[in-house]
């Protein structure tokens, strides 16, 4: 899959915003955005501290704030852009909103188990699972977030 400008535009945006989330000590640094066509429609953070709602995460604040935004809950053409590879939750939030691209940096092989709550499904299964609705890249600068998601030495 190759990245539009916009979409390589918004990852930096992301990465930037978690490692600056990182650098300043917050716990839960995941940040997201949601390109459409050459506009970055919107980019978010995670609210749950915030908020006290575990659904809160970066993904589900940058879907809900897009949908707003372009008065639609169908976000078609959109991609969704995620600092860290979406859990479960977030996943299939994309697919409620049938957003059909995903690019994210640090992929699951990489982080702390702790991210997912069904660490046995992959991201490849999703993908199969919905008959391959969306295309997907991981990785995509991976290397400047790799310090806020790889996993923890135990103690």
């Known amino acids: 899959m190759k990245l539009t400008a916009t979409e390589t535009q918004a990852m930096d945006g992301v990465a930037d915003h978690a490692c600056k989330l990182h650098d300043a000590g917050q716990d839960i640094v995941f940040a997201a955005a949601v390109v459409q066509g050459d506009r970055i429609v919107v ?36 991609t969704l852009i995620a600092s860290c590879q979406p859990c479960e939750m977030c996943l299939a939030a994309m697919r409620w909103a049938q957003i059909d691209r995903l690019v994210f ?13 069904f660490p046995q499904l992959r991201i490849e299964d ?9 295309d997907w890249q991981g990785g995509v600068a991976e290397d400047r977030v790799t310090h806020i998601y790889a996993p923890k030495e135990p103690s």
């Open 43 to 78: 980019q978010a953070r995670n609210e749950v501290d915030d908020t006290g709602d575990v659904s809160r995460h970066a993904e589900v604040v940058a879907i809900a704030r897009a949908s707003e935004i372009l008065g639609t809950r169908d976000l078609s053409g959109c």
């Open 105 to 117: 940096a640090a992929q699951q092989d990489n982080t702390d188990t702790a991210f997912f709550r």
């Open 126 to 134: 999703y993908h199969r699972a919905c008959d391959h609705a969306f």
